[in-house]
């Protein structure tokens, strides 16, 4: 199973092995308005995907620059066409078929975060993997 959530949600054991997929893990407060949490503690998470996380860039052009959503998305997948982002995005499919897996990025809701895009990516290369998207 693929799960995904807020990296700032409650650990739950049921959340078997968690990988944050951000680009970072501090920033600048004018970047992420509604937490004064400066930075992610690696207690949080078990590992650090770096590359799976959007560029830094394409993170600012969105905070920043407030790039739409869809551009943003495209931008996103475009970033995850190399081909050492595809093999790791097949691995932590087939990875998730046989183990749960939780994606963890600081955003409260999926619907505009990068994580639940990656999570549907997943699905792709493997129909049968189960996603539990929060």
């Given at each position: 199973?693929?799960?995904?959530?807020?990296?700032?949600?409650?650990?739950?054991?049921?959340?078997?092995?968690?990988?944050?997929?951000?680009?970072?893990?501090?920033?600048?407060?004018?970047?992420i308005k509604y937490t004064n949490i400066n930075k992610i503690n690696s207690q949080l998470y078990d590992l650090w995907w770096k590359e799976l996380a959007p560029s830094?860039?394409?993170?600012g052009d969105l905070y920043k620059r407030q790039?739409?959503?869809?551009?943003?998305?495209?931008?996103?997948?475009?970033?995850?066409?190399?081909?050492?982002?595809?093999?790791?995005?097949?691995?932590?499919?087939?990875?998730?078929?046989?183990e749960t897996i939780t994606l963890l990025c600081l955003e409260k809701s999926p619907k505009y975060c990068h994580r639940r895009i990656l999570a549907e990516e997943c699905q792709k290369y493997e129909p049968s993997l189960i996603l539990k998207i929060r």
């Open positions: 199973m693929l799960k995904t959530k807020s990296i700032l949600e409650l650990q739950n054991e049921s959340d078997g092995l968690r990988i944050s997929i951000m680009s970072r893990h501090h920033w600048q407060s004018e970047i830094e860039n394409l993170v790039l739409p959503w869809n551009q943003f998305e495209r931008r996103y997948l475009l970033e995850m066409s190399t081909p050492n982002a595809l093999k790791k995005i097949k691995n932590l499919a087939h990875q998730s078929l046989t």
